[in-house]
């Protein structure tokens, strides 16, 4: 199993531009969950999927993010315009739709707004 | 009210020692999972271990053990035999599961940095 791959891995891009940040969850996973990781704010939840409907995206940060889901194996997270207060690490895992069951993450994200 | 509390922002371990990071937890639901995670400083979120809430016996992973008190609400992680290696973040998480109207998204805690000294 390849795990949760995310694409890219490093971005480095200008204040103003548009992000795109794309996550291949694990196969037969319902739930997909992308988080953004800061040293000031820690992990933070900004939206989560379950069978690609989205369920709760009020970690969102405000209307420049947007995310999708368009099938099983396909999610976007998208920044625009970004800003240099949007450069994180993001993640993104999935994991199956049960309680019990742990979430895979992803590599992750480095994104960096100039 | 937080779901998740740690309170240990760093921790210092002697090698070959064991250590405890603590880790409580706020739900009303009566089915949840519990979960460590270990975030070196390479970047990646690795599973340790699991605890659900109605398992009678604490979670136990090669060195990495769960210390489950439900009364308490507290699900402290022990690593017995600390490594070099083991010299990371570590963060806390829960998942709820059966009330309606509650999702199944993971919480974390802030996260505990240990280092391990040689």
């Known amino acids: 199993d390849a795990g949760v791959i995310q694409s890219p891995r490093h971005e480095v891009t200008e204040m103003g531009q548009e992000v795109t940040l794309r996550c291949k969850p694990i196969?037969?996973?319902?739930?997909l969950f992308w988080y953004r990781q800061t040293m000031m704010r820690g992990l933070e939840l900004l939206i989560y999927?379950?069978?690609?409907?989205?369920?709760?995206d009020s970690g969102m940060p405000e209307d420049r993010f947007s995310a999708k889901m368009p099938n099983a194996s396909f999610s976007t997270l998208k920044i625009q315009p970004s800003e240099p207060r949007d450069s994180a690490v993001y993640f993104c895992?999935?994991?199956?739709?049960?309680?019990?069951?742990?979430?895979?993450f992803g590599q992750g994200t480095r994104l960096t707004v100039v | 009210a937080q779901k998740i509390t740690q309170t240990q922002p760093g921790m210092f371990v002697q090698e070959k020692e064991a250590v405890t990071l603590d880790c409580t937890y706020d739900?009303?639901?009566?089915?949840?999972?519990l979960f460590w995670y270990k975030q070196p400083s390479s970047g990646e979120m690795i599973f340790l271990i699991y605890?659900?809430?109605?398992?009678?016996q604490n979670a136990t992973e090669g060195r990495y053990s769960l210390n489950f008190q439900k009364a308490r609400k507290s699900a402290n992680l022990v690593i017995s035999a600390s490594q070099l290696g083991d010299s990371a973040m570590y963060f806390c998480?829960?998942?709820?599961?059966?009330?309606?109207?509650?999702?199944?998204?993971?919480?974390f805690g802030t996260g505990t940095s240990l280092t391990v000294i040689p």
């Open positions: 739900t009303s639901d009566p089915s949840y999972g």
């Open positions: 999927f379950n069978n690609n409907v989205p369920i709760d």
């Open positions: 605890q659900g809430s109605y398992d009678q």
């Open positions: 895992a999935s994991s199956f739709k049960i309680a019990d069951t742990e979430a895979f």
């Open positions: 196969s037969g996973h319902n739930s």
């Open positions: 998480a829960m998942r709820e599961g059966s009330l309606p109207n509650t999702g199944n998204q993971f919480y």
